[in-house]
Structures are given as structure tokens and as C-alpha cells.
Nanobody
Framework: VQLQASGGGLVQAGGSLRLSCAAS????????MGWFRQAPGKDRESVST????????NYANSVRGRFTISRDNAKNTVYLQMNDLKPEDTAVYYCAADRSVIASLKSRYWGQGTQVTVSS
């Protein structure tokens, strides 16, 4: 599966962005998906993950209540709605796909990343 992330940009603190990750290839609905981010000088970290059916989601404590992950298997796309953005959310955001139950930093398939910059 190939992944294409989009939707990043520059936004003021308190603003919102919606990231999209479009997948090509077959069997998208059989992949667990996730969003990860990497800020300058920091390790890549998990932001949110979603099961193949969308029935199970997970969030990092730092984004819970502000970010929402969702997927549309008919469109082969996973989304990350980000509200009440903070400067510390500034990072390159990556989507990942995994054949196992959950996407993780060890997932095999990665998108190219999209930059999110939040100004104070």
C-alpha cells in the first residue's frame, strides 16, 4: 500500500486543521492506520491510531480531547481532525499502515509526511 498525506499548513494557536492520508492499492480496509509526528530534534511519536474497522481508536495524552481520528474505507482515506492547536503540536505528521491489529512506529508502510506549524 502507498500512502499520501496532505492537509498540513500554518495555523495560529487555537485553530484547526484536518489531515488526510489517501491510500492506494487493494485491501485498505484490512489495515490498521495511524498518525505519528516528529518535531525538530525529537523522536517520532504516536499521535493516534485506528483499527481496520474504525471501531477502536487510541490517542496520545497530549492530544486527547482535541484530535479525532477517523477513516472512510470506501475512499481509502484516514483523517486526523486537529482542533485547539497549540505551538507544541508543531511537527511533521506522518500516516502509517499496518497489517497487524494496531499501527505503530514499527509499521511497514509510511506516507511522506506533511508539515504542521502552529504559531503562538
Amino acid at each position: 500500500v502507498q500512502l499520501q498525506a496532505s492537509g498540513g499548513g500554518l495555523v495560529q494557536a487555537g485553530g484547526s486543521l484536518r489531515l488526510s492520508c489517501a491510500a492506494s492499492g487493494r485491501s485498505f480496509s484490512s489495515y490498521a492506520m495511524g498518525w505519528f509526528r516528529q518535531a525538530p530534534g525529537k523522536d517520532r511519536e504516536s499521535v493516534s491510531t485506528i483499527s481496520w474497522s474504525g471501531g477502536s481508536t487510541n490517542y496520545a495524552n497530549s492530544v486527547r480531547g482535541r484530535f479525532t481520528i477517523s477513516r472512510d474505507n470506501a475512499k481509502n482515506t484516514v483523517y486526523l481532525q486537529m482542533n485547539d492547536l497549540k505551538p507544541e503540536d508543531t511537527a511533521v505528521y506522518y500516516c502509517a499502515a499496518d497489517r497487524s491489529v494496531i499501527a505503530s512506529l514499527k509499521s511497514r508502510y509510511w506516507g511522506q509526511g506533511t508539515q504542521v506549524t502552529v504559531s503562538s
